[in-house]
T-cell receptor
Framework: EPEVTQTPSHQVTQMGQEVILRCVPI?????FYWYRQILGQKVEFLVS????????KSEIFDDQFSVERPDGSNFTLKIRSTKLEDSAMYFC??????????????FGEGSRLTVL | AQSVTQLGSHVSVSEGALVLLRCNYS??????LFWYVQYPNQGLQLLLK??????LVKGINGFEAEFKKSETSFHLTKPSAHMSDAAEYFC????????????FGTGTKLQVIP
């Protein structure tokens, strides 16, 4: 069964460093999302992406964050200068285009980011 | 705007007992509603979804949920809990029509006592 894959599964970084989290969405999906989950808290929407541009972003998604689809398969989240409060599990998700789309998101296993 | 409220951050049931996890939603347009499950150190897996067809929705692992518009609720139930059901459960909502962001509740951790 097709699945969303994310790398790395866990990254530890120093505060102020740049981090890139990578995702390979399901191949026939065209809408992509990043969510994050701070330990013990709810899953929060960061950004949605379609047709090579951001469709919607939350107030969390400030200038420190950017997303990119550099080729036909990868979808990346970059954090330019990490802060302690960026420590979280980051989930990539995708959904398919077409009639009857129900907004169901297919999630990856997540990338745990620890900022020291 | 849409939101969901999950009552009870922790729920404990005995193995074999009824599981009831509560979710109330708020949406300015007809909603799509979802329940996701998260096992420890894993991603989010869809349990079931409501998309304006049948109000009683059956999902995987014996779970079901009923959409009640009058009560703005979408509670998750399972007749008989199994040890393997221990996980965190998230109710979520999105505006009908797809492609829009899904908003999650705060989650309910289900503990199953042998």
């Amino acid at each position: 069964e097709p699945e969303v894959t994310q790398t790395p599964s866990h990254q530890v970084t120093q505060m102020g460093q740049e981090v890139i989290l990578r995702c390979v969405p399901i191949s026939n999906h065209l809408y992509f999302y990043w969510y994050r989950q701070i330990l013990g808290q709810k899953v929060e929407f960061l950004v949605s992406f379609y047709n090579n541009e951001i469709s919607e972003k939350s107030e969390i998604f400030d200038d420190q964050f950017s997303v990119e689809r550099p080729d036909g398969s990868n979808f990346t989240l970059k954090i330019r200068s990490t802060k302690l409060e960026d420590s979280a599990m980051y989930f990539c998700a995708s959904t398919k285009l077409g009639d009857g789309n129900t907004g169901e998101l297919f999630f990856g296993e997540g990338s745990r980011l620890t900022v020291l | 705007a849409q939101s969901v409220t999950q009552l009870g951050s922790h729920v404990s049931v005995s193995e074999g007992a009824l599981v009831l996890l509560r979710c109330n939603y708020s949406s300015s347009v007809p909603p799509y509603l979802f329940w996701y499950v998260q096992y420890p150190n894993q991603g989010l897996q869809l349990l079931l979804k409501y998309t304006s067809a049948a109000t009683l929705v059956k999902g995987i692992n014996g779970f079901e949920a009923e959409f009640k518009k009058s009560e703005t609720s979408f509670h998750l139930t399972k007749p008989s809990a199994h040890m393997s059901d221990a996980a965190e459960y998230f109710c979520a909502v999105s505006p009908s029509g797809g492609y829009q962001k899904v908003t999650f509740g705060t989650g309910t951790k289900l503990q199953v006592i042998p």
